[in-house]
Every structure is written in structure tokens, then in C-alpha cells.
């Protein structure tokens, strides 16, 4: 089982970025029955919580993401998303998906830039 992160760039702050994740060698009830999560990770910090999205799509947020980044999921094909607006540099970063419980090996992550 590994998830795969795609996605990210650079951009300038105010701008948007999309990160997606595969959840690979799962399968979809099991999936399913997982609360899904991004996380970031900078250098020298611990990895920080970000949005989580149940099957049903039940969200929940970091307060500093709130109301700029949504997450979604895609449970057919065991992916979430992350859609990111009015990106700031604070929220430059490595981007990585796993079950909310961190189960999963974790994967290469989508490395976000934002410049100012």
C-alpha cells in the first residue's frame, strides 16, 4: 500500500495550486472506510495536520487553511485532492496524503513553493 502525491509548483503568493493523491494496493472499501488527511511537512518542522475528508465527504481543516484550501475525495478511484486559493508563503511545503491514523508508509509528497 502506498500512496502517491502529484501535483504542486511554484506560484506567487495569492495564487492556486492543486495537489492530488493515489492510494495504491487498498482496496476500496477499505479505502472508504478510512478518514483521508493531507498533511505538511517543512524543513526542520514536524509534519502538520492540513484537511480531512471522510467518505461521505465530512470535512475538517487546519485554522490556517480555512476557507482557502478545500479537500476532496474521489472514492472510486481512491484519490483526494486538494485545491489550495489565496496561497500564502507560510504555506510553502511538502505536501502528503495518508489515513487520518497515519497508517500508511508514507509517500514522496508534492512539494508546494510559494513566493512573495
Known amino acids: 500500500v502506498q500512496p502517491v502525491e502529484s501535483g504542486g509548483g511554484l506560484v506567487q503568493a495569492g495564487g492556486s495550486l492543486r495537489v492530488s493523491c493515489k492510494v495504491s494496493?487498498?482496496?476500496?472499501?477499505?479505502?472508504?472506510?478510512?478518514?483521508m488527511a493531507w498533511y505538511r511537512q517543512v524543513p526542520g518542522k514536524q509534519r502538520e495536520f492540513i484537511a480531512s475528508?471522510?467518505?461521505?465527504?465530512?470535512?475538517n481543516y487546519a485554522d490556517s487553511v480555512k476557507g482557502r484550501f478545500t479537500i476532496s475525495r474521489d472514492n472510486a478511484n481512491k484519490k483526494i485532492h486538494l485545491q489550495m486559493n489565496d496561497l500564502k508563503p507560510e504555506d510553502t511545503g511538502v505536501y502528503y496524503c495518508?489515513?487520518?491514523?497515519?497508517?500508511?508508509?508514507w509517500g514522496r509528497g508534492a512539494q508546494v513553493t510559494v513566493s512573495s
Open positions: 495518508n489515513y487520518e491514523t497515519q497508517e500508511l508508509p
Open positions: 494496493g487498498v482496496i476500496t472499501s477499505v479505502f472508504n472506510s478510512q478518514i
Open positions: 475528508a471522510t467518505r461521505l465527504s465530512s470535512t
